[in-house]
Every structure is written in C-alpha cells, then in structure tokens.
C-alpha cells in the first residue's frame, strides 16, 4: 500500500473518529482538534500499520492514547502552573507560611482545660494518656479499676465540654456496641 492510498484511508474515518472524539472531549473544538492530531500521527507513523488489520481499531487506539496523554499532560501542567488570579482558598493554604502561632494557643487551651480538671479526675486521665494501663493507675492510686475507667471517662467529658470550641462539628459514628 502506498502512501497516498494509506493517507485517502484514513481520510476516510474522519467522520467516525469525529464522533468518537466527542465521547471523550464533549466539546466540538477539542473533538476536532483530536481527531487532527490523531490523523497527524496516523500518517507521521504509516509504517508501523500492519495491512490487512483494522485500520479504524488502530486509529480508535491512537485517538484514545492521545486523548489520555494530553489528559495527564494537561492535568500536570495545571497543579504546576496556577496564575494568581485563579489561586482559590483550598490553595492559598500552600502559599501561606506557618508560624506554629495558632499551635501554641491550641495548646495553651488545652493546659487550661486540664488545670481545671478535678485532682481526682487529673491524675488517672494523665497517666492514662502517657500510656499506662487501668490496672497500673489503679494499683498506683489504690482504687479499684472501675474507679479508674469512670474518672479516665468523667475526665474526657470535662475536657469535651472546655474544649467545645474546637469541636469541628462532624459527627462522630456511632457503633452498635457504644451506649
């Protein structure tokens, strides 16, 4: 098959290729700019066509590689390339520095939420939260571990309820087994 024979073949389908671009692009400038750049690069590389296969499968195949590669090449240009008049909040967290400042306050309220924490209640939570076990603070204090979980409980609520303010709101699930 010669060349020009080749190229009046694919010439042929540009009518299918047409609406098969408008499956991936929905929009008719993008189709036929696809459905170009395919033809372009069906004709640049004719020789690797095998004749007697399906010359539309083909072309389908190169369109679709196409299509994904200017996809992702579009998609990596876009989170590497924002103009600053298109920078939404979501990305203005990236251009902005941290100072740890809201941190210290943060913490700062929770050591006053603790401070305010009952020695009964202050003593089991903390050493809870450093990671002892309820039979360890039980011996050490030398209260049963009922008196344990319920203080370590008690404990979490008075912090919840000082703390409110930095409740996000999203509730938590609930689970079948929790009362």
Do not use: C
Not at 30 to 35: E, F, G, H, Q, S
Not at 144 to 169: E, M, Q
């Amino acid at each position: 098959m010669t060349k020009i024979e080749f190229n009046t073949m694919v010439l042929r389908q540009a009518s299918s290729l047409r609406s098969y671009a408008l499956h991936f692009t929905h929009d008719a400038d993008d189709a036929n700019d696809l459905v170009q750049d395919t033809m372009l690069k069906a004709i640049t590389y004719y020789n690797k066509f095998k004749e007697g296969t399906n010359l539309k499968g083909w072309l389908y195949t190169i369109m679709k590689n196409t299509f994904i590669n200017n996809y992702r090449r579009f998609v990596k240009m876009s989170t590497f390339v924002t103009k600053s008049e298109e920078i939404s909040s979501a990305n203005l967290v990236f251009s902005s520095t941290k100072n740890q400042g809201e941190s210290k306050f943060v913490m700062d309220d929770i050591r006053r939420a603790l401070d305010r924490l009952p020695e009964d209640y202050y003593v089991p939570f903390t050493m809870y939260f450093e990671g002892h076990k309820y039979h360890e603070i039980a011996d050490h204090l030398a209260i049963p571990i009922g008196t344990v979980k319920t203080r370590i409980h008690v404990a979490r609520k008075l912090l919840k309820k000082n703390l409110k303010a930095y409740d996000s709101g999203i509730k938590k699930p609930v689970y079948a087994d929790e009362d």
